[in-house]
């Protein structure tokens, strides 16, 4: 019997989206070369296991890999290094350590770094990619993956000075090392503040950039977008619907989606620091719509659009096209409904289906009126027209207001007490 073909050893960093619709594709095709099913798989809940909502949280990781990318998953509950019994904790260890996917997502850097330390979570991470196996981190597992990390919450909502927090450096035996790595780095949410880099904005990342050695950069992934770094092939691939940049001294290099190049390359671009040129000042990053997975929007973008779509078919009185777009935003806002990503795009987007639901009962209440009640008034007008002519002897004026009314479906009725119609069916 010949040996089973050894695992492939894959880092996977996603910027965000990693439990919506975008990255279903990915995630599916990073299983589909672990070999055949099952695949022992694991959500490490440590990044989110401060959170009132962690078994929440956690559950929805799992309905999305069991609904959409068919993977069953197990949680390897380490929510914080002294919680549980040692038996507890063993068990965690054991799930994480025959894992072939290891899947981590949103939460806190600094606090998934603090339980982690002095434990053996890192070292059960490194032997992965040392040995098989795929690991998965997205937004703030992401940002543990450098030898620097962002402590997000700390800077962004609690006013600390920026500063960097030493990383777990699994990128270093990923051959990038030195780098400080930044998800969400496209980010928009500010509106009219600068918000990319994670939050930092530009003036807080100048003076983080800084604060690195020399010789390190930054390694930025956009939001719905990923690098798969196979470390078998030494290849580094974009995928999703942004770009990842590689920053050093201010000056970038981006390479799109759909961009296959060597870690070396990568690493290179790193350290020239002769990209094609600063960032540009408070003005969000714009996302390259190529790739594998390119054109796919987020919820509140493809809300948007269906509003407007919406919209349209109302004012064109197209009311099967109106309905068509409450249905599509609907079944939109249900594939979300596993993202782990905590925005309000979810109530923004229910709050928008909720407006196309009440017009659309307006426009059920206006088709539901008696037709009699709603021509009424313009009968009537009409109506006082041809008796202002009869009074006046107008005949033919007369006559030709009656004829026209019966052509439109108007019957019309002359009696002593005065002049009545009905609707013809």
């Known amino acids: ?224 977008t990923g690098l798969v770094l196979d470390l078998d092939a030494a290849t580094a691939t974009v995928v999703g619907r942004g770009v990842v940049t590689v920053r050093r001294h201010g000056h970038s290099t981006t390479f799109a989606s759909g961009t296959t190049l060597a870690i070396t390359d990568l690493r290179r671009a790193g350290a020239s620091g002769d990209g094609g040129g600063p960032s540009p000042p408070g003005s969000p990053a714009v996302a390259a719509e190529r790739g594998e997975e390119a054109g796919v929007s987020s919820l509140l973008a493809t809300s948007r659009l269906l509003e407007g779509r919406f919209g349209q078919a109302v004012a064109d009185g197209d009311v099967d096209a109106a309905v068509a777009a409450v249905l599509e935003l609907e079944a939109t806002i249900v594939s979300w409904s596993r993202d782990t990503l905590q925005s309000d795009e979810t109530d923004r987007a229910r709050a928008a289906l909720r407006s196309m639901i009440v017009r659309l009962g307006q426009l059920g209440e206006l088709g539901a009126r008696d037709p009699e009640e709603i021509l009424r008034p313009f009968v009537d007008a009409l109506l006082e027209v041809r008796d202002a002519a009869r009074a006046a002897r107008d005949w033919a004026a007369a006559d030709t207001l009656r004829e026209r009314l019966a052509t439109a479906g108007v019957e019309i009725n002359d009696t002593p007490e005065g002049t009545s119609w009905r609707l013809l069916s």
């Open 1 to 224: 019997m010949s040996a089973p073909a050894p695992l492939p050893r894959l880092l996977v960093i996603m910027g965000s989206g990693e439990t919506s619709p975008t990255m279903v594709t990915t995630h599916r095709r990073l299983v589909e070369r672990l070999g055949p099913p099952p695949v022992p798989a694991v959500v490490l809940d440590t990044p989110f296991g401060f959170q009132a909502n962690v078994e929440v949280l956690a559950q929805r990781a799992v309905d999305y890999f069991r609904e959409s990318v068919g993977l069953e998953m197990e949680v390897a509950t380490w929510r914080t290094a002294a919680e549980g019994s040692p038996l507890d904790a063993e068990r965690a260890l054991s799930r994480l350590r025959a894992a072939r996917y290891v899947f981590a997502g949103p939460g806190s850097p600094s606090y998934a770094l603090r339980h982690w330390a002095g434990t053996p979570v890192p070292t059960a991470l490194s032997d992965k990619l040392e040995h098989g196996g795929c690991i998965t981190f997205a937004s703030a597992a992401a940002l543990t993956l450098g030898a620097t990390s962002v402590p997000v919450y700390e800077i962004y909502k609690v006013g600390e000075e920026p500063h960097w927090l030493e990383g777990l450096d699994l990128l270093a035996g990923a051959g990038l090392p030195e780098v400080a790595l930044i998800p969400h780095y496209d980010n928009a949410e500010g509106g009219n503040h600068d918000t990319r880099y994670c939050y930092l904005g530009e003036p807080r990342l100048s003076r983080m950039e800084a604060q690195l050695p020399e010789s390190a950069f930054v390694l930025g992934v956009d939001e719905h």
